[in-house]
């Protein structure tokens, strides 16, 4: 696999359940994102992790956890989520921007679509 | 924090003919202005951006403007084709420190390129 990848693709949960979500980034970047894209919404910047460390918290609920085990890895813990939680959930890596002036493309994975019933 | 609208939210033209999509951001400290393109069911990918020591970029039939002091920029595409039909997006950040490359992105505008 190559680029940026996301499992599951599709996902449907009971608002009781607990899952999570996992990407993974086969480009050797040290920076990981994730996004929640909700129709007609643009797109929201939830977590960002810098060399493994959560460097941004963009005042996301606590039902959303976040774990990032590795550069490579990222996982999006889901529990007791409401219906409008219901979105495309996209994962994306790239360089660390933060050590360096320039910044750098952001790769996209395909994304979770997720509905909560 | 920084707030970035996109003008207009469809766009349809004709095969051949350009078009443009507008986008104002309020962070005047913002410096780097990414574009995404979106195709159906796909991922967004980066299509061409610009950083704010630059008024111009051109890729092929692509090129985005960056008006510093109206706090604005511009996507253009010339010579429309077909696939080119998707949702565009902007977005815009503080490149390096504490901005740890968070993009604030508009609200996308979907183009329709008719043959």
């Known amino acids: 696999e190559t680029g940026v990848t996301q499992t599951p693709r599709h996902l449907v949960m009971g608002m009781t359940n607990k899952k999570s979500l996992k990407c993974e980034q086969h480009?050797?970047?040290?920076?990981m994102y994730w996004y929640k894209q909700s129709a007609k919404k643009p797109l929201e910047l939830m977590f960002v992790y810098s060399l493994e460390e959560r460097v941004e918290n963009n005042s996301v609920p606590s039902r959303f956890s976040p774990e990032c085990p590795n550069s490579s890895h990222l996982f999006l813990h889901l529990h007791t989520l409401q219906p409008e939680d219901s979105a495309l959930y996209l994962c994306a890596s790239s360089q660390d921007s933060y050590r360096d002036t320039q910044p750098y493309e952001q790769y996209f994975g395909p994304g979770t679509r997720l509905t909560v019933t | 924090g920084e707030n970035v609208e996109q003008h207009p939210s469809t766009l349809s033209v004709q095969e051949g003919d350009s078009a443009v999509i507008k986008c104002t951001y309020s962070d005047s400290a913002s410096n780097y202005f990414p574009w995404y393109k979106q195709e159906l069911g796909k991922r967004p990918q980066l299509i061409i951006d610009?950083?704010?020591?630059?008024g111009e970029k051109k890729d092929q039939r692509i090129a985005v403007t960056l008006n510093k002091t109206a706090k604005h920029f511009s996507l253009h595409i010339t010579e429309t084709q077909p696939e080119d039909s998707a949702v565009y997006f902007c977005a815009a950040s503080l490149a390096g420190g504490t901005s740890y490359g968070k993009l604030t992105f508009g609200q996308g505008t979907i183009l329709t390129v008719h043959p």
């Open positions: 480009l050797g970047h040290n920076a």
């Open positions: 610009i950083r704010s020591n630059v």
